[in-house]
């Protein structure tokens, strides 16, 4: 695909059930590949290849978060890099730190941390340490495709439940209804909370924006499950586009309502590094009769740019779009989830291996 000016020439095939449409350049690699002539070329510059597993065996896996914006502070991702394919990824562009692409790389070469279990167990048993939630992902999904076949997230969640630690999960697979045997009575203890990511009803946009998730219907399945095993669910609608998912965010928190979701919030599309790239190649070849209007629309929210880094305001946006979409998700908050609230973690029942010491004092 060319950039002529401001419109896009479409060169190459559109690929079904991959997110991304291109390969973009890793800032860290010195080499960078192109077509410079259509001409004597035996095989294609891009191809929608098989997912590669790459093992990666990490010395730690809790991370802690320095950013305001963010509710939990400390996060264990199983996973880099998803299958789900998702556009507007924030994640895509830690691939390149690897050496790989944030665009077509991401969803089909995926990091596996295989010692992620034993380096969770080693964490909660330092000297001294004191229970704090941990996020089950908040980068990759922990129940992208391939957990179906690994099940590290399913060693992880054991390890919870063995040591009753808190845990949130975020996810949009409805893969996570395997571990309700586990996820059950950590929510009997108020040790777990689960944030399902729906952001369009329309399966049409779907399967465009986010190629190899289940559907909107799926994800509302998993909710009424959830809730019906007795754990805390919070829908999130993530992310918000301007002219493309924007009109739906009454009928999406209820629908999650119906089927007893009790919180509810969002985050508005913002397109940092070379996230702006792929989605922009995207967007002009999914929907090109409206891709200029939507990406106006997006930098109108961020102070005329696709990218925002100001804390505070970039995950919520600012202007008259932004301002529009907060009133009309209040609006429906307010009307079909009022409370908007999940119960707090109990801390208290946590037990690491050398059991709770007592005080001297």
């Known amino acids: 695909m060319k950039n ?9 095939e559109y690929f079904k059930g991959r997110g991304a449409q291109v390969n973009t350049h890793s800032k860290f690699s010195s080499v960078r590949y192109v077509k410079e002539h259509m001409e004597g070329i035996d095989e294609e510059l891009y191809e929608n290849t098989a997912t590669q597993l790459i093992d990666t065996y990490p010395k730690s896996i809790v991370s802690k978060s320095e950013s305001p914006d963010l509710r939990f502070m400390y996060s264990v991702n199983p996973y880099q890099g998803c299958e ?11 691939h390149e730190y690897w050496g790989y692409s944030a665009g077509l790389d991401f969803e089909r070469k995926i990091l596996v941390k295989r010692n992620a279990p034993e380096l969770l167990e080693a964490f909660f048993n330092k000297p001294g340490y004191s229970p704090h939630p941990i996020m089950l992902s908040g980068n990759t999904d922990c129940y992208q495709p391939v957990e179906r076949k690994l099940g590290i997230t399913r060693e992880l969640l054991k390890l919870f439940l063995k040591y009753k630690h808190p845990v949130s999960i975020i996810s949009k697979n409805n893969l996570i209804l395997r571990d309700l045997d586990i996820l059950e009575p950590l929510a009997g203890l108020n040790l777990v909370q689960v944030s399902i990511t729906i952001n369009s009803l329309n399966e049409s946009l779907r399967q465009k924006m986010e190629p190899r998730t289940v559907t909107a219907n799926s994800r509302l399945k998993v909710i009424r499950a959830l809730n019906g095993a007795g754990v ?3 829908l999130m609608i993530a992310p918000i586009v301007p002219g493309l998912n924007s009109d739906e965010i009454p009928a999406l928190i209820r629908a999650a309502a119906n089927e007893g979701a009790k919180a509810a919030s969002f ?4 397109l940092n590094g070379i996230i702006s790239e792929v989605f922009t190649d995207w ?18 929210c ?7 880094s100001r804390w505070g305001t970039r995950m919520k946006g600012d202007g008259k779009i932004a ?10 908050l307010k009307k079909y989830m009022p409370d908007n609230q999940l119960p707090d973690f109990d801390l208290s029942h946590f037990l690491p291996a050398g059991g709770r010491q007592t005080s001297l004092f």
């Open 283 to 300: 967007l002009h070849k999914a929907y090109p009769d409206r891709a200029n209007k939507v990406l106006n629309m997006i930098a109108s």
């Open 84 to 94: 789900h394919g998702c556009l507007y990824c924030y994640a895509r562009n830690s």
């Open 302 to 308: 961020h102070e005329g740019k696709l990218n925002d």
């Open 4 to 12: 002529i000016g401001n419109t896009y020439e479409n060169n190459s």
């Open 267 to 270: 985050t508005l599309v913002r």
């Open 232 to 234: 805390p669910v919070h």
């Open 323 to 332: 301002e529009s979409i907060h009133s009309l998700f209040s609006i429906a």
